[in-house]
């Protein structure tokens, strides 16, 4: 296994690392960086420069704009990509749905939906969670029953990320409620103003507002917005989880975000001295720098493994990545709390048009409601109980 990286390599890493730096409108990384949410508009504005590059999809076909990778390009531009700080593109679209219907839609579909949702004019939001079927999402009750040219659908979904956004929604419906639970599940789109759609927000322990629960009553969709085949979704699904391998671990977000932290942590003082020099506060910087070490190693050996592997196949290992990813994420939010000391006790939430005064310095803001929105982190994308499971199964085969 060679983990160093061929001349061509280091080119293709040193380009993006100029894209990123230099050409990404520096006002969007800082944002970022300051662990402040975008607004609706910098998110779009955000991909399409992306896009302009080529840069959105490039883990789409290229007859649909994608750039054709090699596992090892794909890991450099993430990373370069989180090491300065620029907001990822919108998942939904550029991890989710699209791959989805590149893969399993028709022609029709492709030309209808895939350039739009590379350029964010159509922003996704995915509708698979319900109340009681997280985990077990095979287990999920919405229902899209078929009446003529449509279905009619109804049941609700939960945790809608950034629903009040979204233009369309990818859903997974019970559409044969008597066959095996995985087995009768559709992958349907339909507009997000479809009459019959509620979006209820709900607001996080952050204060912040990012996902919803969405309820569908009677909602009429057209049979062409099936994906694919009908009850062939959890397939679809499965692909779509599973498309996911190495960002997940937001190895270079986390080397940003200790870059942060030693920043402020020399601005902030023990005593007559700054909090960097304090040996207990190095130790534990230390401690999360070196497990984050190892999990960039272990990234690269994903990595390195995906140079020859299958193209399509879930890999376990990115359980482990999700597992280690999430908890040195929120390491680095408790840190970044004990960095900003007693000005992380105010609530002082990172909500866009914001005018209150801040207490203590501007970069404190960003310490507590960081640390509380981090939570989700170990819960979303399959939580870390869930990640235990699959290491324990499919890797040490017990
Ligand atoms: C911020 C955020 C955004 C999200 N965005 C979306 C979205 O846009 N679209 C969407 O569809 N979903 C979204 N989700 C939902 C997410 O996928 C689910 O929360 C997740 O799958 C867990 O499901 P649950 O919340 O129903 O918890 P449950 O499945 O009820 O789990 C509760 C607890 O039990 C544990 N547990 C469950 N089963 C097992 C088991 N077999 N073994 C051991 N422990 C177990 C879990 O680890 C957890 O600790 C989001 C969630 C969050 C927090």
Request: hydrophobic share 40%; aromatic share 10%; charged share 25%.
């Given at each position: 296994?060679?983990l160093n990286f061929t001349p061509e390599e280091i080119a293709f890493r040193d380009e993006a690392r100029r894209f990123f730096r230099e050409e990404?409108?520096?006002?969007?990384?800082?944002?970022?960086?300051?662990?402040?949410?975008?607004?609706?508009?910098?998110?779009?504005?955000?991909?399409?420069?992306?896009?302009?590059r080529?840069w959105?999809?490039p883990?789409?076909?290229?007859?649909?704009?994608?750039q054709?990778w090699t596992p090892v390009q794909v890991y450099l531009y993430q990373d370069e990509m989180q090491q300065a700080?620029v907001?990822?593109?919108?998942?939904?679209?550029?991890?989710?749905?699209?791959?989805?219907?590149?893969?399993?839609?028709?022609?029709?579909?492709?030309?209808?939906?895939?350039?739009?949702?590379?350029?964010?004019?159509?922003?996704?939001?995915?509708?698979?969670?319900?109340?009681?079927?997280?985990?077990?999402?095979?287990?999920?009750?919405?229902?899209?029953?078929?009446?003529?040219?449509?279905?009619?659908?109804?049941?609700?979904?939960?945790?809608?990320?950034?629903?009040?956004?979204?233009?369309?929604?990818?859903?997974?419906?019970?559409?044969?409620?008597?066959?095996?639970?995985?087995?009768?599940?559709?992958?349907?789109?339909?507009?997000?103003?479809?009459?019959?759609?509620?979006?209820?927000?709900?607001?996080?322990?952050?204060?912040?507002?990012?996902?919803?629960?969405?309820?569908?009553?009677?909602?009429?969709?057209?049979?062409?917005?099936?994906?694919?085949?009908?009850?062939?979704?959890?397939?679809?699904?499965?692909?779509?989880?599973?498309?996911?391998?190495t960002g997940?671990?937001?190895v270079g977000?986390?080397k940003?975000?200790?870059?942060?932290?030693?920043?402020?942590?020399?601005?902030?003082?023990?005593?007559?001295?700054?909090?960097?020099?304090?040996?207990?506060?190095?130790?534990?910087?230390?401690?999360?720098?070196?497990?984050?070490?190892?999990?960039e190693?272990?990234q690269l050996?994903?990595v390195?493994?995906?140079?020859?592997?299958?193209?399509?196949?879930?890999?376990?290992?990115?359980?482990?990545?999700?597992?280690?990813?999430?908890?040195?994420?929120?390491?680095?939010?408790?840190?970044?709390?004990?960095?900003?000391?007693?000005?992380?006790?105010?609530?002082?939430?990172?909500?866009?048009?914001?005018?209150?005064?801040?207490?203590?310095?501007?970069?404190?803001?960003?310490?507590?409601?960081?640390?509380?929105?981090?939570?989700?982190?170990?819960?979303?994308?399959?939580?870390?109980?869930?990640?235990?499971?699959?290491?324990?199964?499919?890797?040490?085969?017990?």
């Amino acid at each position: 296994m060679d983990l160093n990286f061929t001349p061509e390599e280091i080119a293709f890493r040193d380009e993006a690392r100029r894209f990123f730096r230099e050409e990404f409108p520096a006002e969007l990384r800082e944002k970022t960086a300051a662990g402040h949410h975008l607004t609706k508009e910098e998110m779009i504005r955000s991909q399409r420069v992306l896009n302009a590059r080529g840069w959105a999809v490039p883990n789409w076909p290229v007859e649909w704009g994608g750039q054709a990778w090699t596992p090892v390009q794909v890991y450099l531009y993430q990373d370069e990509m989180q090491q300065a700080n620029v907001p990822p593109p919108l998942a939904f679209n550029a991890s989710m749905v699209g791959p989805v219907i590149a893969q399993f839609g028709s022609d029709e579909q492709k030309r209808r939906y895939l350039a739009r949702a590379a350029n964010l004019d159509d922003w996704w939001c995915q509708g698979f969670s319900e109340p009681g079927s997280g985990s077990d999402l095979a287990s999920l009750r919405t229902k899209a029953e078929r009446r003529g040219d449509n279905f009619i659908i109804n049941g609700q979904k939960t945790w809608t990320t950034l629903a009040q956004h979204a233009d369309w929604i990818f859903c997974l419906c019970r559409t044969d409620a008597a066959a095996k639970k995985q087995e009768g599940i559709s992958f349907i789109v339909f507009p997000m103003n479809s009459k019959g759609i509620t979006v209820r927000p709900i607001q996080t322990i952050d204060g912040g507002h990012e996902v919803n629960e969405v309820f569908f009553d009677d909602v009429e969709v057209p049979a062409e917005n099936l994906i694919g085949q009908e009850n062939k979704g959890w397939d679809y699904a499965k692909f779509l989880l599973g498309n996911e391998r190495t960002g997940i671990a937001r190895v270079g977000a986390s080397k940003a975000k200790v870059q942060r932290i030693k920043q402020l942590a020399a601005l902030e003082t023990v005593g007559e001295r700054p909090l960097i020099e304090d040996a207990k506060f190095r130790e534990k910087l230390a401690s999360v720098e070196v497990e984050l070490k190892a999990l960039e190693m272990t990234q690269l050996r994903v990595v390195a493994a995906e140079r020859t592997a299958a193209r399509g196949k879930p890999n376990p290992a990115s359980s482990i990545l999700k597992l280690k990813g999430s908890v040195i994420q929120q390491q680095l939010t408790e840190l970044a709390i004990e960095v900003v000391g007693p000005f992380a006790m105010p609530y002082q939430p990172l909500e866009a048009g914001r005018n209150e005064p801040v207490i203590g310095p501007d970069y404190a803001t960003e310490a507590a409601p960081d640390y509380f929105n981090y939570r989700k982190v170990s819960i979303y994308g399959g939580s870390n109980e869930i990640q235990r499971n699959i290491v324990a199964k499919a890797i040490l085969g017990l």
